[in-house]
Each structure stands twice: as structure tokens, then as C-alpha cells.
């Protein structure tokens, strides 16, 4: 499961989720957004680095700033 950590009022999580989106395209890609804010944990984790893009699977994240071509080198190495 693909999971892009953000939180309320950040442009540049909203940047990083258009790009996903964008990205995603006609793949059958399942993602979800995670609010940060809501777990003590995740905003200590993330807070200052958002938005990060996480891989479940590998343990593999992106963080920003990504370009286009290296969003899609981490989605295409994710699906099958």
C-alpha cells in the first residue's frame, strides 16, 4: 500500500498529490493520504518533512521535493 503523508493547509503536499494523481494515470494505482496531525507519532516522524510518499511493502519512501521522472521511477517499480 502506497501512502502519501501530509497534513491540512500544505501547499506543497497538495503539489505532491497532484503530481500523484497525475502520475497515476490509467495505472491501477491504490494510494492514500495520511493526516500527520492526528497521531503524535507521524508528526514527529514526518512534520517537517512532508509530503513523503511510503511504500508499506519495501519500506521505501520518497520525500520532497520529487520531480515527475523520479515519481514515476517509484511507482513503476510498484506495479505489476
Known sequence: MLALYTTAGCHLCEQAEALLQQASGEKLLVWQSIEIAEQDELLERYGVR????????????????????ELIGFLDKRIV
Open 50 to 69: 512532508i509530503p513523503v510518499l511510503s511504500d508499506s511493502a519495501s519500506g521505501d519512501e520518497l520525500g520532497w521535493p520529487f520531480s515527475d521522472q
